[in-house]
Nanobody, 120 residues
Framework: EVQLVESGGGLVQPGGSLGLSCAAS????????MTWVRQAPGKGLEWVSV????????SYADSVKGRFTISRDNAKNTLYLQMNSLKPEDTAVYYC?????????????WGKGALVTVSS
């Protein structure tokens, strides 16, 4: 059974930093691309970032480019998202998702999410 469990959410002040982790199990993590998406209160899902299975291909949404960094440790079956220079508009539930391919196109499984609140 595929399981994705996010952790690391919380409350942070504007301009601060926070790191999210996504522990994966139930599939060969190193063979699949992984994605972070988020959902702000009252809004739809927003794609944040994607990384290919080997980590060589990475993309970011314009809204987070230069501030967020996606990474993965295939030996630990874990995906990460380092978020710096956080803004109130980054407040959202952050989900990690597995792609059905190594490139990271699409999503077939996702976790329950981690809430990130950026507020003073």
């Amino acid at each position: 059974e595929v399981q994705l469990v996010e952790s690391g959410g919380g409350l942070v002040q504007p301009g601060g930093s926070l790191g999210l982790s996504c522990a994966a199990s139930g599939f060969t993590f190193s063979s699949y691309g992984m994605t972070w998406v988020r959902q702000a209160p009252g809004k739809g899902l927003e794609w944040v970032s994607v990384m290919s299975s080997g980590g060589r291909s990475i993309s970011y949404a314009d809204s987070v480019k230069g501030r967020f960094t996606i990474s993965r440790d295939n030996a630990k079956n874990t995906l990460y998202l380092q978020m710096n220079s956080l803004k109130p508009e980054d407040t959202a539930v952050y989900y990690c998702a597995k792609a059905p391919n190594w490139k990271g196109y699409g999503m077939d499984y996702w976790g329950k999410g981690a809430l990130v609140t950026v507020s003073s």
